[in-house]
């Protein structure tokens, strides 16, 4: 199994040199003539207004908390998909079901951010 | 080969450490976030190395992918996050630190002292279809009881941001 | 090659060199084919609008990718005073791995790949949800409103597009029984293309995949008129070069994804998987399948407006999961019948599992859309009601 995963190390390795690599070779090649104006935030002229930091919508969050949700169901639904045709083949309709519930729990949860309108974007 | 892992095993653990001691150290909480994702990602790795992929990558998408995005968001909602780190977010509580090191210390010599036996077996060829079954079969319950634990975070999160 | 290489070195060397060496092609790959498509998107596009697109380096413009190349590696790099350096510097350089490690399983051949890893399909979705970080990372250390605006539009896109793009996948999970890519392909050939046994999950899936890259009509992160340039506003030379570069492998790799899981991957059409002219054409049927779906995101960038964001994300929660969710529990009732079936009447799964699974696409398909239609007539005629006539 293990054999199958060093590729991957291997590769994760030469994937995050490969940014620093290239910007190394631009750094080697480009011009260097920064200046005050240059480097100002928003270059264009005019002097930005104001902090960056906006108040952001409680929304964003709650889209974040809904997905983090729905991404361990996902992370849950996969086995059962991957032993889907064995399991009814052996036990019949009584997986699915058992499936069916744990999904329809969730749904009750989306159902629910849907009509206290969580799901809206404001 | 065994020299190999065990070199990789020390780099995984330390870059996992290293993001852990980060956390604590960054100035900002937005760099604190990302030093801990660091460390999820090391976590990650360990699975790796257990021989445990459904486990790593699970990891990866639900911790460094989901809960990461959660934290940041999060940091993003809270007052003033740019510039200055404005007060300090070590209180230097240091008699709780210090009695909690001492427990943490003996917990962990205490477990490393310990004659574990280690299983000998290999793990199963077809991982995530064992898994899949487990969750059916044997672990039912507490499969249809993390719906109702997600159930209630989502319920619970609505709540507290409408208030 | 580590077999040959072992008699020189020590075994884990030559496992190491061989690694290195199938990854930089791979590298390569991925590299050669953006430039490709950097290409043939300003063809594409330029015909679209009755033009004739980048026409003056090389015969056809062919050397207008290697002229961009050379040009923004020689532009000069402004990091803004404002910005918080290591962050600002982090965001480029997390942007590419994770579009560079997802080729890592992607089968070119029957046992053509990097490496067949048994949670393939899992590892990509891993894998391709770390992108979001180098966003948001970008965004905050830029230390500018539009750059910050985009980066939190851009990850709740990404985000929210996830889950369908994930849940779409589920009945092919389900059909091949594995989430090795190479297990998925070889079943294609036995029970016949999953676009064939799961439409509705096919169209979802291109739809989440083109939000997930920030393809037109999802390019909300980047819209020019109401955020600049989103999170790579601040970014100048190869920097910006870093974001556009991961964003046309993702383009590249998520065709590439879809032709692997719907259109049989490496597969020539009516000819058995294990024939061994896949091991020489498969990479090349690949990539022609890859580039058929490349075409169609130009297509739709030359062709469809921008949606707004309050649609864009209600559309993710609303209509697609509920939709997929619906799509996974009719293929988990119907296969196993199917498998019944085919057994009780000894003819081959595809011939019934075919018609059965597109009538079965079909039905749903349309009760949805009627349903949809009718709730939006019922909320117009509301709000309707709700409007006070002009006196």
């Known amino acids: 199994m293990l054999a199958e995963w060093s590729f991957v190390g291997v590769f994760l390795v030469i994937a995050l040199a490969f940014p620093p690599l290239g910007l190394v070779t631009a750094w080697l090649l480009r011009p260097k003539r920064p200046g005050p104006i240059k480097k100002s935030t928003y270059e264009c002229g005019l002097e930005t207004v104001g902090d960056t930091w906006v108040q952001f919508k409680v929304q964003y969050y709650i889209y974040a908390l809904i997905f983090v949700i729905f991404d361990i169901e996902i992370a849950f639904l996969l086995p059962w998909a991957v032993a889907h045709m064995g399991l009814s083949a052996a036990q019949g309709i009584l997986p699915l079901i058992e499936v069916v519930i744990f999904v329809g729990i969730l749904v009750a949860g989306l159902m629910y951010a849907w009509r206290k309108g969580a799901l809206e974007w404001i | ?163 | 090659m580590a077999d040959f290489l072992s008699q020189f070195m020590p075994a884990w060397l030559a496992l190491i060199i061989q690694h290195v060496v199938v990854g930089a092609v791979l590298v390569v790959f991925a590299l050669t084919n953006m430039l490709g498509i950097t290409w043939i998107e300003r063809k594409v596009i330029g015909r679209l609008q009755d033009r004739i697109g980048a026409n003056r380096a090389g015969p056809f413009g062919l050397l207008q990718p290697l002229a961009d190349m050379v040009k923004i590696l020689t532009k000069e790099d402004i990091t803004p005073t404002a910005a918080s350096r290591v962050i600002y510097n982090l965001g480029p350089l997390l942007v590419v791995p994770p579009a560079l490690l997802v080729f890592a399983v992607l089968p070119f051949g029957a046992g053509v790949s990097g490496s067949d890893l048994n949670i393939g399909l899992l590892y990509i979705f891993a894998v391709a949800s770390t992108s979001t970080l180098g966003i948001l990372i970008a965004g905050w250390g830029s230390n500018n409103k539009y750059s910050l605006l985009g980066a939190m539009r851009a990850v709740a896109q990404m985000v929210s597009y996830e889950v369908p793009q994930a849940l779409s996948i589920i009945g092919i999970v389900m059909l091949s029984g594995s989430l090795s890519l190479q297990q998925i392909v070889q079943r294609q050939s036995e029970i016949g293309w999953f676009v064939l046994l799961q439409p509705l999950a096919f169209v979802i899936f291109l739809i989440a995949a083109m939000a997930e890259v920030n393809r037109t009509p999802f390019d909300l992160p980047e819209a020019e008129s109401e955020i600049i340039a989103g999170h790579h506003t601040e970014y100048s030379g190869l920097k910006f070069g870093m974001f556009y570069l991961a964003e046309y492998i993702n383009v590249f790799f998520i065709s590439a994804l879809a032709a692997t899981l719907f259109l049989g991957g490496y597969q020539i059409p009516f000819v058995p998987a294990n024939n061994p002219v896949h091991t020489i054409l498969g990479p090349f049927v690949l990539i022609g399948k890859t580039f058929a779906f490349v075409f169609l995101t130009i297509w739709l960038r030359g062709t469809l407006p921008r949606v707004r964001v309050d649609h864009l994300m209600g559309f993710a929660w609303k209509a697609l999961v509920p939709l997929c969710l619906l799509n996974i529990f009719m293929t988990a009732v119907l296969m196993p019948l199917v498998g019944l079936w085919s057994a009780n009447l000894g003819i081959s799964e595809a011939y019934i599992a075919i018609p059965v699974m597109l009538l079965a696409n079909a039905v749903l398909a349309g009760l949805v859309l009627w349903w949809a239609g009718r709730s939006t007539r019922r909320r117009e005629t509301r709000l309707a009601e709700q409007v006070v006539p002009a006196q």
Not at chain 2, 139 to 156: D, M, Q, R, T
């Open chain 2, 1 to 163: 080969m065994n020299v190999f892992l065990t070199s990789i095993f020390v780099i995984v653990s330390v870059i996992t450490l290293v993001g852990a001691l980060g956390v604590v150290m960054a100035r900002t909480v937005f760099a604190s976030g990302l030093w801990l994702i660091l460390s999820f990602a090391g976590v990650a790795g360990l699975y790796v190395l257990l021989e445990a992929p459904f486990l790593a990558a699970a990891q990866i998408l639900i911790y460094v992918g989901a809960v990461a995005v959660l934290i940041l968001f999060a940091v993003m909602l809270t007052r003033r996050v740019m510039g200055d780190p404005g007060v300090s977010q070590n209180n230097s509580q240091w008699g709780a630190a210090a009695v909690v090191a001492a427990l943490m210390f003996i917990v962990l010599s205490l477990t490393s002292v310990q004659n574990w036996r280690p299983s000998t077996e290999s793990p199963p060829l077809l991982a995530v279809n064992a898994l899949g079954e487990a969750f059916l079969g044997p672990y039912l319950l507490p499969f249809e009881i993390v719906s109702v634990v997600l159930l209630v975070a989502l319920v619970g999160a609505i709540i507290l941001a409408r208030e």
